[in-house]
Protein backbone atom coordinates (compact mmCIF):
# COMPACT_ATOMS: atom_id res chain seq x y z
CA UNK A 1 0.00 0.00 0.00
CA UNK A 2 1.48 3.63 -0.55
CA UNK A 3 2.53 5.65 1.92
CA UNK A 4 0.34 8.65 2.81
CA UNK A 5 1.23 11.95 4.51
CA UNK A 6 -0.59 13.76 6.80
CA UNK A 7 -0.18 17.32 9.24
CA UNK A 8 0.06 15.67 12.88
CA UNK A 9 -2.96 18.52 14.37
CA UNK A 10 -5.41 20.97 12.93
CA UNK A 11 -7.66 23.23 14.68
CA UNK A 12 -11.19 24.40 12.94
CA UNK A 13 -14.04 26.21 14.29
CA UNK A 14 -16.81 24.95 15.25
CA UNK A 15 -19.93 25.75 12.43
CA UNK A 16 -16.72 25.97 9.75
CA UNK A 17 -15.60 23.89 7.25
CA UNK A 18 -12.79 21.38 8.08
CA UNK A 19 -10.39 20.63 4.93
CA UNK A 20 -8.45 17.80 6.01
CA UNK A 21 -4.81 17.00 3.20
CA UNK A 22 -3.05 14.38 2.53
CA UNK A 23 -0.66 13.44 0.40
CA UNK A 24 -0.38 9.92 -1.32
CA UNK A 25 2.14 10.56 -3.95
CA UNK A 26 2.87 6.35 -4.55
CA UNK A 27 -0.02 5.47 -5.18
CA UNK A 28 -0.84 3.05 -7.88
CA UNK A 29 -3.42 3.05 -10.16
CA UNK A 30 -5.86 0.47 -8.00
CA UNK A 31 -5.47 1.88 -5.16
CA UNK A 32 -8.19 3.76 -3.42
CA UNK A 33 -8.01 6.81 -1.14
CA UNK A 34 -10.02 5.77 2.03
CA UNK A 35 -10.62 8.74 5.18
CA UNK A 36 -11.34 7.18 8.60
CA UNK A 37 -11.56 8.83 11.90
CA UNK A 38 -11.24 7.79 15.38
CA UNK A 39 -13.16 9.53 18.23
CA UNK A 40 -11.63 8.66 21.68
CA UNK A 41 -10.74 5.21 22.14
CA UNK A 42 -13.74 3.85 19.48
CA UNK A 43 -13.45 1.75 16.91
CA UNK A 44 -12.18 3.69 13.72
CA UNK A 45 -15.28 4.95 11.57
CA UNK A 46 -15.51 4.98 7.79
CA UNK A 47 -16.24 8.20 6.37
CA UNK A 48 -15.47 7.92 2.65
CA UNK A 49 -13.55 6.29 -0.07
CA UNK A 50 -12.92 7.10 -3.50
CA UNK A 51 -10.85 6.08 -7.05
CA UNK A 52 -11.00 8.80 -9.31
CA UNK A 53 -13.50 10.85 -8.89
CA UNK A 54 -14.69 13.44 -6.57
CA UNK A 55 -17.26 11.90 -3.64
CA UNK A 56 -19.76 13.34 -1.37
CA UNK A 57 -21.93 11.60 1.13
CA UNK A 58 -23.44 12.75 4.14
CA UNK A 59 -20.86 13.02 6.67
CA UNK A 60 -18.14 14.62 3.78
CA UNK A 61 -16.31 15.39 0.88
CA UNK A 62 -13.62 13.77 -0.53
CA UNK A 63 -11.50 16.12 -3.42
CA UNK A 64 -8.70 13.84 -5.54
CA UNK A 65 -6.15 16.00 -7.19
CA UNK A 66 -6.63 14.66 -11.06
CA UNK A 67 -2.81 13.40 -10.75
CA UNK A 68 -4.32 11.09 -7.76
CA UNK A 69 -1.26 12.11 -5.94
CA UNK A 70 -2.93 13.98 -3.17
CA UNK A 71 -6.75 14.43 -1.73
CA UNK A 72 -8.61 16.42 0.42
CA UNK A 73 -11.42 15.60 3.14
CA UNK A 74 -13.94 18.22 3.71
CA UNK A 75 -15.90 18.54 6.53
CA UNK A 76 -18.45 20.93 5.39
CA UNK A 77 -20.16 22.36 8.77
CA UNK A 78 -18.03 21.20 11.17
CA UNK A 79 -19.25 20.46 14.89
CA UNK A 80 -17.05 19.69 18.55
CA UNK A 81 -18.16 15.89 18.06
CA UNK A 82 -16.02 15.89 15.12
CA UNK A 83 -13.06 16.11 16.99
CA UNK A 84 -10.99 13.38 16.38
CA UNK A 85 -8.54 11.72 14.64
CA UNK A 86 -8.68 11.45 10.83
CA UNK A 87 -7.24 8.90 9.09
CA UNK A 88 -5.80 8.81 5.11
CA UNK A 89 -4.98 5.59 4.23
CA UNK A 90 -4.46 4.36 0.34
CA UNK A 91 -5.27 0.59 0.02
CA UNK A 92 -6.60 -1.92 -2.72
CA UNK A 93 -9.06 -3.57 -0.31
CA UNK A 94 -11.49 -1.94 2.46
CA UNK A 95 -9.82 -2.92 5.76
CA UNK A 96 -6.44 -4.27 3.90
CA UNK A 97 -4.75 -1.18 5.50
CA UNK A 98 -1.57 -2.06 6.74
CA UNK A 99 -1.10 1.09 8.61
CA UNK A 100 -3.17 3.58 9.35
CA UNK A 101 -0.22 5.77 10.00
CA UNK A 102 -0.51 8.69 12.76
CA UNK A 103 -3.58 10.56 10.77
CA UNK A 104 -4.74 14.32 11.69
CA UNK A 105 -6.11 15.29 15.58
CA UNK A 106 -8.49 17.58 14.47
CA UNK A 107 -9.74 19.83 16.95
CA UNK A 108 -12.91 21.55 16.44
CA UNK A 109 -13.18 24.36 18.91
CA UNK A 110 -15.86 26.60 20.26
CA UNK B 1 -27.46 -5.13 11.50
CA UNK B 2 -25.47 -4.83 15.38
CA UNK B 3 -22.37 -3.95 13.50
CA UNK B 4 -19.07 -5.89 14.45
CA UNK B 5 -19.09 -7.42 17.93
CA UNK B 6 -16.30 -7.58 20.03
CA UNK B 7 -15.66 -9.10 23.26
CA UNK B 8 -14.70 -9.07 26.11
CA UNK B 9 -14.53 -5.18 26.16
CA UNK B 10 -12.04 -5.07 28.70
CA UNK B 11 -9.64 -7.89 29.99
CA UNK B 12 -7.00 -7.94 32.43
CA UNK B 13 -4.77 -11.02 32.83
CA UNK B 14 -1.35 -12.09 34.14
CA UNK B 15 1.95 -12.72 32.20
CA UNK B 16 2.09 -15.97 31.27
CA UNK B 17 -2.14 -16.35 31.33
CA UNK B 18 -3.65 -17.08 27.88
CA UNK B 19 -5.95 -14.93 26.48
CA UNK B 20 -8.56 -15.14 24.11
CA UNK B 21 -10.40 -12.29 22.38
CA UNK B 22 -13.68 -12.77 20.29
CA UNK B 23 -15.26 -11.39 17.24
CA UNK B 24 -18.42 -11.59 15.77
CA UNK B 25 -18.23 -10.19 12.13
CA UNK B 26 -21.36 -8.26 9.78
CA UNK B 27 -23.29 -11.14 8.80
CA UNK B 28 -22.54 -11.43 4.62
CA UNK B 29 -19.24 -9.88 5.23
CA UNK B 30 -16.29 -11.75 3.33
CA UNK B 31 -13.47 -10.30 4.62
CA UNK B 32 -12.51 -10.13 8.79
CA UNK B 33 -9.59 -7.95 9.97
CA UNK B 34 -8.06 -7.95 13.27
CA UNK B 35 -5.79 -4.80 13.91
CA UNK B 36 -3.70 -3.63 17.26
CA UNK B 37 -3.55 -0.24 18.26
CA UNK B 38 -0.77 0.99 20.99
CA UNK B 39 0.24 4.37 21.33
CA UNK B 40 3.91 3.52 19.95
CA UNK B 41 3.18 1.61 16.88
CA UNK B 42 -0.40 3.27 16.25
CA UNK B 43 -2.86 0.67 14.33
CA UNK B 44 -1.12 -2.68 13.01
CA UNK B 45 -2.84 -4.76 10.83
CA UNK B 46 -2.23 -8.48 12.01
CA UNK B 47 -3.88 -11.24 10.08
CA UNK B 48 -6.63 -11.42 7.94
CA UNK B 49 -9.53 -13.74 6.94
CA UNK B 50 -11.48 -14.25 3.04
CA UNK B 51 -14.48 -16.18 3.51
CA UNK B 52 -12.98 -17.93 6.79
CA UNK B 53 -9.45 -18.82 5.23
CA UNK B 54 -6.40 -17.17 6.63
CA UNK B 55 -4.32 -15.23 3.70
CA UNK B 56 -2.18 -13.09 5.37
CA UNK B 57 -0.80 -13.39 8.75
CA UNK B 58 2.42 -11.39 8.42
CA UNK B 59 1.61 -8.69 10.54
CA UNK B 60 1.42 -11.29 13.89
CA UNK B 61 4.55 -10.34 15.95
CA UNK B 62 5.04 -13.78 17.75
CA UNK B 63 4.06 -17.44 17.15
CA UNK B 64 2.42 -16.76 20.88
CA UNK B 65 -0.40 -15.13 18.80
CA UNK B 66 -2.66 -17.41 16.86
CA UNK B 67 -6.27 -16.69 14.66
CA UNK B 68 -8.97 -18.28 13.94
CA UNK B 69 -11.98 -18.46 11.82
CA UNK B 70 -13.98 -21.22 12.36
CA UNK B 71 -16.93 -20.01 10.57
CA UNK B 72 -17.94 -16.63 9.03
CA UNK B 73 -19.78 -15.75 12.15
CA UNK B 74 -16.87 -16.22 14.44
CA UNK B 75 -13.57 -15.47 14.85
CA UNK B 76 -10.67 -15.47 17.50
CA UNK B 77 -7.45 -14.17 18.53
CA UNK B 78 -5.44 -16.13 20.88
CA UNK B 79 -2.51 -15.03 23.06
CA UNK B 80 -0.56 -17.57 24.54
CA UNK B 81 1.47 -16.95 26.75
CA UNK B 82 0.55 -13.30 27.08
CA UNK B 83 3.38 -10.82 28.33
CA UNK B 84 2.83 -7.23 29.56
CA UNK B 85 4.37 -5.85 26.00
CA UNK B 86 0.82 -7.20 24.38
CA UNK B 87 -1.07 -4.54 26.26
CA UNK B 88 -2.98 -3.10 23.55
CA UNK B 89 -6.58 -2.04 22.15
CA UNK B 90 -7.34 -5.15 19.48
CA UNK B 91 -9.90 -4.01 17.10
CA UNK B 92 -11.61 -6.59 14.90
CA UNK B 93 -13.38 -5.04 11.26
CA UNK B 94 -15.40 -6.65 8.98
CA UNK B 95 -15.90 -5.64 5.46
CA UNK B 96 -17.41 -7.53 2.32
CA UNK B 97 -16.03 -7.24 -1.07
CA UNK B 98 -18.29 -7.11 -4.18
CA UNK B 99 -17.14 -8.55 -7.54
CA UNK B 100 -17.50 -5.42 -10.39
CA UNK B 101 -18.74 -2.85 -7.80
CA UNK B 102 -16.73 0.32 -6.16
CA UNK B 103 -14.94 -1.15 -3.41
CA UNK B 104 -16.55 -1.02 -0.23
CA UNK B 105 -15.74 0.04 3.49
CA UNK B 106 -14.70 -1.85 6.57
CA UNK B 107 -16.76 -1.76 9.41
CA UNK B 108 -15.06 -1.81 13.29
CA UNK B 109 -15.83 -2.76 16.54
CA UNK B 110 -15.11 -1.30 19.52
CA UNK B 111 -12.19 -3.16 20.41
CA UNK B 112 -11.15 -5.18 23.52
CA UNK B 113 -8.76 -3.33 25.75
CA UNK B 114 -6.11 -5.95 26.80
CA UNK B 115 -3.75 -5.53 29.57
CA UNK B 116 -1.26 -7.60 30.55
CA UNK B 117 0.20 -7.31 34.23
Known amino acids: DAKTTQPPSMDCAEGRAANLPCNHSTISGNEYVYWYRQIHSQGPQYIIH???NNETNEMASLIITEDRKSSTLILPHATLRDTAVYYC???????????FGGGTRLMVKP | DAGVIQSPRHEVTEMGQEVTLRCKPI?????LFWYRQTMMRGLELLIY????????DSGMPEDRFSAKMPNASFSTLKIQPSEPRDSAVYFC???????????????FGQGTRLTVV
Open chain 2, 93 to 107: ASSQERTGSMNTEAF
Open chain 1, 89 to 99: IAAYRAGNMLT
Open chain 1, 50 to 52: GLK
Open chain 2, 27 to 31: SGHDY
Open chain 2, 49 to 56: FNNNVPID
